[in-house]
């Protein structure tokens, strides 16, 4: 569909706030071009128009997942078992049940009001070392529309100082020869509207820290975001302590010239001080709330980030279930068990919903290096239409809409996404 030169929504989210009698003008090129007041009728009645949600952390194959690894046969079982059953399944997985899987899991995303995936990619390998998965999430992500940033994932260790195990060798990023030679050809193959690339290495268990630093200081050359796992689990910290005699973070902060185009997905365990630094150097957390329970990780210090002036996006990692509205209620809900409080990720004016969107659209698009997550002249016109009349949002108005929104809605209230001005 060609985009609308201009949506007048009865409420648009600007600056903060859910204002009546605004025009987005759209251009031509799928950006951006006006944000205007207007005494105009709506063009879209009974509508409230949002940034698109911005997913910073999927893995799109572990779709599969869902609801498997959900029997326990035993009364301990933790993260480590849940891994097992990811690594048979991705045994199974060939090019069409991974393009398959991974349609599933983007449209879903759109249905739920996301309009960019940061696709954290560490499946590689159809047959031996042919890199023949990657392409597979660049095709999935454009035939639902979504804009993808694929982040390409380094792995070649199976643990601190272990080589691959046998259901690790799809993962093998080789040697980082390989690994730029690879980017090189996904490079060329990307589509520069709705694609772009961003380097990953995959954990401290994955990756050993001279090549981390290495692959740290060629993506900066290159200017493109670094994505990496850090201190989800205590055990990963046990053990780089043991290796390292430090913490991953520690670690981090020790080797790499690290900046806001860093970012930590998780930090459930991050030692408080550690983590004061490591924000200090203006790199981003990426939490991932649902994947987070569904695992039983545990709950990052989130008011000791905010107030630490530290910016955090959020991602759907797992993919156990696809709902950013439910991503930013758990990550408050959560923090609201644990400390016996309220308003856990509030603003100075005590406000959440203005945090708590901020996480699910800009801070993710800062993330990702993309020029989208608000509406915004010159942004990407990536949007979302909510329908007031949705009977979750029933008897809300003014100021209460997005609080209702974020705490007591769900999917049925999302009427459409635009991404580039396309519906
Ligand atoms: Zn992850």
């Not at 790499?256 to 459930?268: G, I, M, Q, S």
């Not at 959560?334 to 969107?357: A, F, M, P, T, W």
Request: aromatic share 6%; charged share 25%.
């Amino acid at each position: 569909m060609t985009p609308p030169t201009a949506i007048r929504a009865e409420l648009t989210w600007v600056d903060g706030a859910l204002r009546p009698g605004i025009e987005v003008g759209i251009d031509a090129d799928g950006r951006i071009g006006s944000v205007k007041a207007t005494d105009s009728p709506p063009t879209h009645e009974r509508i409230a128009l949002f940034p698109g949600f911005v997913n910073a952390h999927s893995h799109a194959f572990q779709r599969a997942l869902r609801g498997r690894g959900e029997r326990f046969e035993r009364p301990d079982e933790d993260f480590w078992s849940w891994r097992e059953a990811m690594y048979e399944l991705v045994q199974e997985m060939d090019r069409d049940s991974l393009k398959r899987i991974a349609t599933q899991a983007f449209s879903e995303m759109r249905r739920s009001g996301m309009t960019t995936v940061g696709e954290f990619h560490y499946l590689h390998h159809d047959r031996e070392c042919d890199w023949g998965f990657d392409e597979v999430m660049l095709e999935a992500a454009a035939e639902v529309g979504i804009r993808i940033v694929l982040l390409q994932a380094y792995y070649v260790t199976g643990g601190i100082g272990d080589p691959l195990g046998p259901a690790q060798k799809r993962f093998d990023g080789q040697n980082p020869e390989a690994y730029w030679s690879n980017m090189d050809r996904l490079q060329s193959l990307v589509d520069g509207r709705r694609q772009r690339l961003g380097v990953v290495a995959h954990s401290i268990r994955a990756v050993p820290p001279d090549q981390l630093a290495l692959l740290h200081e060629e993506s900066r050359r290159r200017e493109l975001v670094f994505h990496m796992h850090v201190e989800e689990q205590p055990a990963e910290i046990k053990a780089c302590k043991e290796a390292y005699g430090m913490t991953p973070t520690a670690l981090l902060l020790d080797r790499l010239d690290l900046d806001n185009r860093f970012t930590a997905v998780h930090d459930t365990h991050t030692d408080p001080s550690e983590m004061s630094r490591y924000l200090k150097c203006g790199a981003r957390v990426c939490i991932c709330p649902l994947t987070e329970a569904n695992l039983g990780d545990g709950l990052a210090d989130v008011p000791g980030i905010i107030s630490d002036g530290g910016r955090i996006c959020l991602g759907s990692d797992s993919n156990a279930r696809i709902s950013m509205l439910e991503e930013m209620r758990l990550l408050e809900y959560g923090q609201r068990l644990q400390q016996q409080r309220r308003g856990r990720c509030r603003d100075s004016e005590g406000r959440i919903d203005r945090v708590l969107l901020d996480m699910a659209t800009i801070n993710g698009a800062d993330s990702l290096g993309i020029h989208a997550g608000r509406i915004e002249v010159g942004r990407e016109a990536d949007l979302v239409l909510v329908d007031l009349d949705a009977p979750t949002l029933v008897g809300c108005d003014g100021d209460s809409i997005a609080p209702a929104m974020i705490l007591g809605a769900s999917e049925e209230c999302i009427v459409s996404t635009m991404v580039g001005g396309v519906v």
